[in-house]
């Protein structure tokens, strides 16, 4: 030690082996151990064998010799012992020396340090970590979101479809339930109708809708009357069943034609069915329709009288028709109502009804004179009918002109 | 009479990746959950038995460096092989590994290693993508999982390293 005193170089010496827990190696170029010494127990190392190899026993070296270069150092090696030891290679001679030196106390300052170094920086990893999967949740959490009201605004439009259907079906539904109230009202009105009135009437006055025209009123009407000759003795000498199966034949044979010339019948008496047009509803033309009618049932009862002849039933067909102003409407009181017309144009029907011979359709000259375009009529002539003060120009309908 | 060798192993990696803790694992069969640091280099001793012969690896667990350029090349003078360690939770520590084995076998050239991807334990934390891992194998690398804490798969990487040293 160039320019220190040879008393605090030994001190130094000193110091430095008892501080620095100095011991050595020796190897020779066989990699044998030729020598040791120092502190050596402080390294784990006691009870070497010299002449032997020196990695086998202090097993550090494996790997570092022979030395590639000298000096050469490895810092900082801490042993099974726990002693961290820096270790120094020399060439001497023939023989490489390992000095090891402890370096415990500088390891432990270090790794206080380096500790603190790593526990931060892992801290802050962590805290990065943290971070990244936090905005990946806070990134999920805004697409949830993102989704969570796209499915709300489906919501509120499938709600609001919904409601617009709902708003459908209960306006369906009223009108259904308006369209069954008045299909109900019109079925009550019916059966009302149908306790007091033929149910074809029945059926006209509520297709009508309108129940005034059941209301006392004075009309032009055409009247039809009709009935069978010889009826009254056929009935007495016939059995009821043969009376009955006739006026159904003859019933069946003539309303379906009043029906297809929409007369409206007033009612049957027996034999008789009094017929009249033009109301309860109006209709073109009443008294062309009444002749009309009158010729087709003349022509159906003529052959039905063909059969009852072979039954030799004795009958023949009468009918009138006369037209004028009559009063019509509901007559009766509640629980028997019936519709009917009265007035003198219907005593007059009647009566040329009685007056007909079989085959005759007996019309009123006024009458004759507004279907003379429609029927041949021949004048029979001045007729004193029962209950007429004056006596009445009448014709007979021979058939209908050709159309 | 079964020959005895004796190999130098470096353990390499990331700070704070389980190098200790899996030579600690595969020398004592211990596990600590204190994590205490490497200064320098620390030496241990671990007999494998092979089939036919006995290998002592000398184990040389190198302190983790953040700053790979501060590793001491030194400490690896005379390896004859080496084990990569990365932290399977922190993707950063398997970069640093493959920049080592770079370093290494520029300085040394290629020795025997393997890839340790470490605390397999912590599979929730995971991070290491599947298709890097297969990318690696795919070019030659030993690649495995491994857990210090549970020893999973820590005794069979020390025994395939070993065998290849040898080998």
């Known amino acids: 030690m160039e320019g220190v005193p040879t008393t605090i170089a030994e001190q130094l010496q000193t110091l430095l082996c008892s501080e620095r827990a100095v011991a050595y190696l020796q190897v020779d170029s066989g990699l044998n151990l030729v020598g040791a010494g120092g502190q050596l127990n402080a390294y784990g190392l006691a009870g070497l064998r010299l002449g032997e190899q020196a990695a086998e026993q202090a097993f550090f070296l494996e790997g570092f010799l022979p030395p590639v270069d000298t000096p050469f150092v490895v810092p900082s090696m801490e042993l099974p012992s726990g002693r961290a030891a820096d270790l120094h290679f020399f060439l001497q001679d023939d023989t490489f020396l390992v000095v090891l030196l402890d370096v415990s106390a500088e390891r432990d300052a270090a790794r206080r340090i380096q500790q603190k170094a790593y526990d931060m920086t892992l801290a802050r990893e962590r805290e990065a970590l943290l971070n990244r999967r936090l905005e990946a949740a806070n990134a999920a959490l805004l697409a949830t979101q993102d989704e969570l009201e796209a499915s709300r605004d489906a919501l509120a439009r499938a709600h609001d479809q919904v409601q617009a259907q709902a708003a459908e079906l209960a306006a369906w539904n009223k009108t259904l339930e308006e369209r069954v109230a008045a299909q109900l009202g019109e079925l009550e009105r019916m059966a009302r109708l149908k306790r007091f009135f033929a149910p074809s009437l029945a059926e006209l006055i509520v297709s009508s809708g309108n129940e005034r025209i059941l209301e006392s009123h004075r009309r032009d009407i055409a009247v039809l009357f009709c009935d069978l000759r010889g009826f009254t003795a056929f009935a007495e000498s016939a059995e009821p069943e043969e009376v009955m199966a006739l006026l159904h034949d003859y019933h069946a044979a003539l309303v379906p034609l009043i029906q297809q010339f929409e007369g409206t019948l007033d009612r049957f008496v027996g034999d008789g069915l009094m017929v009249y047009f033009n109301d309860p509803l109006p209709c073109p033309n009443p008294a062309e329709r009444a002749v009309g009618l009158a010729v087709a049932m003349r022509d159906s009862v003529a052959a039905l009288a063909r059969t009852w002849r072979r039954h030799d039933y004795q009958l023949g067909f009468g009918i009138g028709i006369a037209q004028g102003f009559a009063t019509l409407g509901q007559i009766g009181f509640e629980g028997r109502f019936d519709y009917s017309a009265i007035g003198t144009v219907i005593n007059t029907a009647a009566r040329l009804c009685e007056a007909a011979k079989d085959g005759q359709i007996l019309i009123t000259s006024r009458l004759a004179t507004s279907v003379a375009d429609a029927a041949d009529v021949r004048e029979i002539g001045p007729m004193a009918l029962k209950g007429l003060r004056r006596e009445l120009a009448v014709c007979n309908v021979e058939a209908l002109k050709a159309a | ?167």
Request: glycine share 8%; proline share 2%.
């Open chain 2, 1 to 167: 009479m079964t020959a005895t060798l004796q190999k130098k192993i470096c353990m390499l990696g990331a700070f704070s990746v389980g190098k200790t803790s899996l030579v600690k694992r595969f020398v004592e069969s211990v596990f600590s959950e204190t994590y205490l640091t490497t200064v320098g280099v620390k030496i241990d001793k671990k007999t494998v038995d092979l089939s036919d012969l006995t290998v002592s690896l000398i184990l040389w667990d190198l302190a983790g460096e953040d700053d790979i350029s501060s590793l001491r090349m030194s400490y690896l003078r005379g390896s004859a092989g080496y084990v990569l360690v990365a932290d399977g939770t922190r993707p950063s520590t398997l970069e640093v590994a493959m920049s080592l084995r770079r370093r290494v076998e520029t300085d040394f050239g290629p020795l025997p290693f393997v890839l340790l991807l470490n605390k397999n334990d912590l599979r929730e934390e995971w991070a290491v993508r599947d298709e890097e891992v297969q990318d690696l194998q795919q070019s030659g690398w030993w690649v495995r999982s491994t857990s210090a804490r549970t020893g999973e798969g820590v005794d069979d990487a020390f025994g395939t390293l070993a065998e290849r040293v040898v080998r």
